[in-house]
């Protein structure tokens, strides 16, 4: 009877995190961009093209370095493109008000300096790119880091959804490896993990735009029976190998839950590729939103700042 409670509890964990997940995919966040009109081009537009809103929840907002703000919210996260002009101030304001900022440069020496108390300065990221080409993966590797709405983020930045998606994995894995080292009771700590790889599961459907639909019912059965496939292999292999359960069933569970979470991934990867006939169609077009002043002077990108992408 124990047991069946037990799973059943499990079980109402599981679709608790699922219904968690969903809010979090919906969230609004605001990611607001400053550019210097004297940053390098290539990585303006580097920019421009990987913060391209999928979903509505998601606002991109575009301003000069001096550019007034809309008033009244704060962004969630703020990146400023780093060029001659000093944007020192500006970068110590949002960190003193608790938002995280990112500066984008060509190298680390062209980030200004400083002057800020310890946890503000841990809200500060540099991401240094002297190949435009390397901008999307790094910033997308700060703002999985960065962000408490990765989720949202992800399912409305696709250029997110990698980055997220191996720190949700990382996170998971970690989680059940201690799990494993950790039981004192046979068995006990395989429904643990198998519920920490369902919830992962419904995170990455999240992160990746998904609904709770069919599909994730599929995907839930899937992970099951793989933990209990790697349930498996850790037993023979605690047997073969006496005196170091423990230690087996830890690295079991963090290689079992990346190896699942990778799969996962890779089919939403797969399934977001776009149909050959597809793939050559022009991107969204971005419209200014009235009511946000002047477009900042600045090249392709900045033109449309002062407007919301």
Known sequence: MASRNVSAGRILEVLASGRSAL?????????????DPDCPREVALAVKGALVPERPGVVVEVLGLRQQAPAGELPDVAVVLVGPASCAALVESYARAGVSVCLVVEGALDAPRLDLPEQAERLVGVVACADAGDVPDRLAAWLASSSDKTLALAAGLPFCRAAVAQALISRCATENAVVGAVSLIPGSDFPIMTAN????ALDLAAAYGRDLDPARALELCGVVAGGLGWRAIARAAAGAVPGVGALLKAGIG???????????????ELEDRPAPD?????????????????PAPADDYVTIGGGRA
């Open 23 to 35: 809010r979090g995919r919906d969230e609004r966040v605001v990611v607001r961009v400053h550019v």
């Open 278 to 294: 597809r793939a050559a169609s022009p991107a969204p077009e971005r419209r200014p939103a009235a009511g946000l002043g002047a």
């Open 197 to 200: 790889q369902a919830k992962l």
């Open 254 to 268: 963090y290689g079992g839950t990346i190896a699942t979470g990778n799969a996962l991934r890779l089919r939403f």
